[in-house]
């Protein structure tokens, strides 16, 4: 029944998430159409009320079932707002669109049927402290990876020229990725720490609250990040590459950090790694990172750059003509 319910509440996140998404995009499409359109500003409203109400089943699900079953069904998300972008909002959908839609949902499904199902929250009795040992070590690594990444992120404005700023394309996916993947860590320990049962038992429970606290201020975290990536970089590009490194890292922490393939037969554990393996193919094959935006973003800052440079020139060349008119 726990995995059951999991399941239905990661279910929920994917549709939820994805319809919020699609209310979102054609509130755009009216505005872009007439912005005086009636139904723009209730149709946004309605579609990020959705997309954040989302999050709740999510944070409930990863507490309930194994890591990488989340993580797969978050794959096949993609394959849900695929479909309601080609029904409700008539857009084309491709030849690779539709491979990467059928690669989505068999990996998902092997996943399902022969992937771990007691871990994750499983049935063990709660404890008071990291069920996993090993994640002290991982977030402790991965935390200090954490800040350097940011600390370069925001070094790269004041130190690197625009035409230098190439680090952003590397660094800023990165970091979001790390830290959706560090959120869910938390996320999943929580599951296995004993809940307190009052708002006094906060205070006694320093490590529940804490895992609370950490998820809530990495959620926060990435969002920022999102913001940051999609205003300094093309979403063709961001998204994309951000998700797919924010997916590998939980399908390593689901492989290496909770063990959750552990106790399952070498067959069926090779076909779920195999199903996420190929949910996660499927899932670029609908949107795959589209580098040839980076050449384009390159290109115009290279011309901002040259356009200040010879603006400054100019001013430069017209200031003793100023001086001396003004003797005069």
């Not at 995009?25 to 309605?46: I, V």
């Not at 009320?49 to 089943?57: G, K, T």
């Not at 895992?211 to 959620?219: F, N, P, T």
Request: proline letters at 4%; hydrophobic letters at 50%; aromatic letters at 12%.
């Amino acid at each position: 029944f726990r995995f059951w319910l999991g399941f239905a509440l990661s279910l929920s996140n994917c549709f939820l998430s994805s319809i919020g998404f699609t209310l979102q995009r054609k509130a755009q499409l009216l505005y872009e159409q007439d912005e005086k359109h009636h139904n723009y500003n209730l149709l946004w409203a309605t579609g990020v009320a959705l997309y954040v109400l989302a999050a709740i089943p999510d944070v409930l699900a990863y507490t309930l079932v194994p890591q990488v079953v989340c993580t797969t069904v978050a794959c096949f998300r993609l394959v849900v707002v695929t479909f309601l972008a080609q029904t409700f909002l008539k857009e084309n959908v491709e030849g690779r669109e539709v491979y990467g839609m059928v690669a989505c949902t068999i990996g998902t499904l092997l996943c399902l049927l022969f992937g771990p199902t007691s871990e994750g929250g499983g049935e063990e009795a709660p404890v008071e402290e990291f069920y996993h040992p090993q994640v002290w070590t991982y977030l402790a690594m991965g935390l200090t990876l954490l800040v350097g990444l940011l600390m370069v992120e925001h070094a790269v404005e004041y130190v690197c020229s625009m035409s230098q700023r190439g680090l952003h394309f590397v660094v800023l996916p990165l970091a979001t990725g790390l830290t959706f993947a560090l959120e869910k860590v938390f996320n999943t320990e929580i599951g296995f720490v004993q809940t307190p049962g009052s708002f006094t038992g906060l205070v006694k429970s320093p490590l529940w609250t804490g895992m609370v606290v950490s998820i809530a201020m990495l959620g926060l975290t990435d969002f920022y990040l999102n913001l940051r990536g999609a205003a300094r970089m093309p979403v063709q590009v961001f998204l994309p590459i951000s998700f797919a490194l924010a997916t590998s890292l939980q399908f390593f922490q689901s492989l290496a950090i909770f063990g959750e393939f552990d106790r399952m037969r070498p067959l069926h554990a090779a076909l779920s790694i195999s199903g996420a393996v190929i949910s996660l193919a499927g899932a670029l094959l609908i949107q795959p990172p589209r580098f040839s935006f980076l050449t384009h973003e390159e290109l115009r800052d290279e011309e901002m750059e040259r356009g200040s440079l010879a603006h400054a020139k100019q001013r430069l060349a017209n200031a003793p003509e100023s001086s001396e008119d003004g003797i005069e």
